[in-house]
């Protein structure tokens, strides 16, 4: 039986659902929208270089695209930087777009997508930033020393970003950093450098 391209975990279904019901439909909108560019990124460079996306995969860890073909570890590189550089540019215009038309859920977009690049492009699986950084180490160090340098700056930005959210919370400024802190250090998993290398989020 032929294994499907498109896969949806439960956890996924229920955080979609949750989005749909407790946000207005700008607000889901200004959510997907970066999302879209940012995947788009990934498709357009993928494509160029001559890969080919074999499975897209909705789970709780985000929206990953599985690929295969032959690329170098800059190729590799370059495939994740493209999803976090779409969703700067996309925040970049709509911005600029937002001041001129007023609009405030563009705005929000734009804020959105901008901290959700700048978070992915932490050296840390499997962030894209951890997937560009588990490249250059591989492609300076070797395999095996690449993904052990990997795993061990991924654990280091965990628990700094958690230190970090809870300071934020005792200062009273939410639990939003501590959670995206807490949500990395559970996905941290050794050897993902190697394994998950033709994986982009």
Aim: hydrophobic share 55%.
């Amino acid at each position: 039986m032929r294994e499907s391209r498109f896969q949806i975990s439960a956890s996924a279904l229920l955080a979609v659902a949750l989005l749909y019901y407790l946000s207005t439909p700008n607000e889901a909108i200004a959510v997907l929208l970066p999302v879209l560019f940012h995947e788009l990124g990934h498709i357009i460079v993928l494509y160029i270089l001559g890969l080919r996306v074999t499975r897209f995969r909705l789970e709780l860890k985000g929206f990953c695209m599985d690929y295969s073909g032959y690329t170098g570890a800059m190729g590799h590189a370059l495939a994740a930087a493209a999803g976090p550089l779409a969703g700067i540019s996309y925040a970049i215009t709509a911005a600029a777009l937002a001041s001129r038309l007023q609009w405030d859920w563009l705005s929000l977009s734009a804020g959105i997508s901008l901290l959700l690049s700048l978070f992915n492009l932490l050296p840390a699986m499997p962030l894209d930033g951890g997937r560009i950084f588990s490249a250059l180490c591989s492609a300076i160090f070797g395999d095996r020393t690449g993904a052990a340098i990997t795993d061990t700056t991924g654990l280091a930005v965990g628990v700094l970003l958690l230190s970090a959210g809870i300071l934020a919370m005792i200062r009273g400024h939410g639990i939003a950093l501590a959670l995206a802190a807490i949500w990395l250090l559970l996905y941290q998993e050794p050897g993902q450098g190697i394994v998950k290398s033709r994986e982009v989020l």
